[in-house]
């Protein structure tokens, strides 16, 4: 078998639908377009936004409030989940940013911050970007301590 000896396949052979040649070519007429309207135009390029003129949706839902740029944004852990991993044996006594990357409660580019919902009993050393008050206060009840990182 060579190059110049292979041939396509039969289905792949079909002629292109030629539009506008006649009512019995089932394209005639309207040549597939349907009736009046800017899309059976010649040239006709609507937008995927365009309403037709109507308002469109992003100039009718209302804005409000201020979205700051330069905001933090933490992926928030509760103790009770760290309390339940290391009871677990899944986290060790001293928790650190990339034990909890590791387990997969964290994503690997994201900020981690305590937050003090539940109890934990169990004196542990977290390392953390931020801490709420309330978390800070149960570990160090507990006998642990937090350590913040930049």
Not at 21 to 36: A, F, L
Not at 80 to 92: S, T
Request: proline share 3%; glycine share 12%.
């Amino acid at each position: 078998m060579k190059l110049h000896s292979l041939k396509a396949p039969a289905e792949n052979k079909r002629n292109r639908k030629r539009v506008g040649r006649g009512q019995g070519s089932g394209m005639g007429e309207q040549s597939g377009r349907g009736h009046n309207g800017q899309k059976s135009r010649s040239g006709a390029k609507v937008k995927a936004w365009f309403e037709g003129g109507q308002m469109p949706l992003q100039r009718r839902i209302p804005k409000f409030g201020f979205k700051n740029p330069f905001r933090t944004e933490y992926q928030a852990i509760n103790i009770q989940k760290l309390a339940d991993f290391i009871e677990a044996g899944r986290l060790p006594d001293s928790v650190t940013v990339q034990n909890l990357i590791d387990e997969g409660l964290v994503h690997k580019n994201r900020k981690v911050k305590l937050l003090g919902s539940g109890e934990i009993d169990k004196k542990v050393t977290v390392e953390a970007h931020a801490c709420s008050k309330s978390a800070k206060e149960k570990i160090e009840k507990a006998g642990g301590s937090v350590t913040i990182i930049a």
